[in-house]
């Protein structure tokens, strides 16, 4: 039986990404095959593209943040069966790593994927997939571990969300950094994992939200998940200004979710004694940023801060993603809202375009054409 579908691909170093026919080997053993229904198209897709593959060999399948229906599993597969309504994680537990061994899954480093099963239709190329996954596809191979089962009321373009954008920011403020009921936070950066990072930081009980970015309109989406004040970092210092709103001490969970070096000198700078601040943004080779130690009012040192990283969210999606489902369906996290734009599989560099100029917070691909 051949296994045919369309998918998005890059074919070499500085190519636009191209709709072209790919076929599909048979799933291996625990692996399943998903038919994507709807794929959002996130950051880190253009990074690879603006990277040269991100580390991958070309032609690559872009995409990583996809849901559908599972429509075949292979040898061995248990969990999960045809039929299935599921998002594609691109974390997936080992198990063996030295994390996971140590019982901390959450800092895996060396996720369950499945062989790359995708070809180019016109010469067999095979393709490396984005992240384990290749979403901008109508059908795409995975790890068993890697398809999450979700309830049958979440349809795939809100469910998608959760595979990537949603899950880094929401599980930043949830997971990686648990926001304490009644704190203050800073969130800097304000796309789709930014304002995920203050819908996290609502959802665990934060009095105050600060939301700092350049742009007004992601102020006002900022607003609207769960920011109680915000700055326009083009207008004001973002680090005076949240310290203003703070009385001067700063807030306790301070958030960067831009991938740029500035803010993350800027976020252990407007916290309070003892505070927290969290990398979200992927940041690109050879970036570096300066922090002050020794000010006595903001220095990292003097004033006691702790500076992490969350690796997109440090979810398990088995675990996290359905919990996230159900605050979705429950009215706490509002994925409707998240989906700016609904486009064809054609258009994704027309949604990279967007996404740069700062137009949507998500736009997602419907397979079926919108
Ligand atoms: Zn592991
Ligand atoms: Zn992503």
Known sequence: MAREARGVILAAPGEPAVMEPITLDPPGPDEVLVHVEASGVCHTDLHVKRSGGWGLPFPILLGHEGAGHVEEVGRGVTDVAPGDAVVI??????????????????????????????????????????????????????????????????????????????????????????VRPGSTVAVVGCGGVGLSVVAGAKVAGADRIIAVDIAPQKLEWARHFGATDTVDASASDPVEAVRDLTGGVGVHFSFEATGRPEPVEQIVRMLHHA????????????????????????????????????????????????????????????????VTKVIGLDDVEAAFDDMQAGRVIRSVIRMDGA
């Open 89 to 178: 994680a691109w974390r997936a537990p080992c198990g063996k790593c030295d994390a996971c061994r140590r019982g901390d899954p959450r800092r895996c480093s060396a996720h369950l994927r499945a062989g790359w099963r995708a070809h180019r239709a016109s010469d067999g190329a095979t393709l490396a997939p984005t992240l384990r996954t290749g979403t901008f596809t109508d059908r795409t191979i995975v790890h068993a571990a890697q398809a999450v089962k979700m309830p049958p009321e979440i349809s795939p373009e809100k469910a998608c969300l959760l595979a990537c954008g949603v899950s880094t920011g929401f599980g930043a403020a949830t997971t990686t950094t648990p």
């Open 275 to 338: 505070g927290t601040a969290t990398m979200v943004g992927v940041q690109g080779a050879g970036a570096r940023a300066t922090i002050d130690l020794g000010d006595p009012a903001t220095g990292a040192f003097e004033n006691k801060i702790t500076l992490t990283v969350s690796h997109g969210g440090d979810s398990l999606p088995q675990y996290d993603f359905p919990v996230m489902a159900r605050h979705y369906l429950e009215g706490r996290l509002d994925l409707d809202f998240m």
